[in-house]
């Protein structure tokens, strides 16, 4: 079983950056895959960004690619989303998923875990 809490949005405005940051309770983390996705008001939950359990794989939106960079320390059990040059289009609820599955994982219904979601809200 794994937990995972969110921290680290805010109110930011277009052009600034935030790091995420999922902290995971429980023995498989630093085993799991993990990703990043996001949810606006009215639309699906979408994929973000993807890392497996080696640090080695990583996979990114088109939407974010070039600004946005995926990373995690199995020693602390956190992972974490740097997200350079915001976008109002980035306004979201950010949620931290995980996956019995080690690798880098794109579909979301292959993850087993995620967390409450951390609010992202970037002004023009």
């Known amino acids: 079983q794994v937990q995972l809490v969110e921290s680290g949005g805010g109110l930011v405005q277009a052009g600034d950056s935030l790091r995420l940051s999922c902290e995971a309770s429980?023995?498989?983390?630093?085993?799991?895959?993990m990703g990043w996705f996001r949810q606006a008001p009215g639309k699906e939950r979408e994929f973000v960004a993807t890392?497996?359990?080696?640090?080695?794989?990583?996979y990114y939106a088109d939407s974010v690619k070039g600004r946005f960079t995926i990373s995690r320390d199995n020693a602390k059990n956190t992972g974490y989303l740097q997200m350079n040059s915001l976008k109002p289009e980035d306004t979201a609820v950010y949620y931290c998923?995980?996956?019995?599955?080690?690798?880098?994982?794109?579909?979301?219904?292959?993850?087993?875990?995620w967390g409450q979601g951390t609010q992202v809200t970037v002004s023009s």
């Open positions: 890392i497996d359990w080696s640090s080695r794989i990583t």
């Open positions: 429980g023995r498989t983390f630093s085993s799991s895959g």
């Open positions: 998923e995980a996956s019995r599955r080690s690798t880098s994982i794109i579909e979301k219904s292959l993850y087993d875990y």
